[in-house]
């Protein structure tokens, strides 16, 4: 069984372009956004007000941040891949 195309051969610059917009927004989220919130870095002296408690969970808050940004770059590198694809697809076939 045969599914019949959503578009015709016509169409494909429409797609180009859809496709383009999409890759310049993960490209401008991946380089140009800052990292997002860093918590900023403490001398290696400890404040006299300072707990244990609080700076182990600013040091896991810091790790946890880092591994939503990793997150968060790695799903953007793979949709401009999917991107890059999808296009070069549409553009040489």
């Known amino acids: 069984m045969t599914f019949p195309l959503l578009a015709s051969a016509e169409d494909d610059i429409i797609f180009i372009i859809a496709l383009g917009t999409v890759l310049l927004f993960a490209v401008y989220q991946l380089i140009f956004t800052s ?7 403490r001398d290696v002296d400890k404040a006299e ?3 244990e408690f609080e700076r ?12 939503l940004i990793s997150t968060r770059n790695s799903l953007l590198i793979l949709i401009i891949l999917i991107v890059l694809l999808a296009s070069l697809y549409l553009v040489f076939r």
Do not use: F, Y
Not at 35 to 41: F, M, P, T
Not at 56 to 67: A, I, M, P, S, W
């Open 35 to 41: 990292d997002g919130v860093r918590i900023a870095r």
């Open 49 to 51: 007000n300072e707990s």
């Open 56 to 67: 182990r969970l600013l040091e896991k808050l810091d790790h946890t941040n880092g591994l």
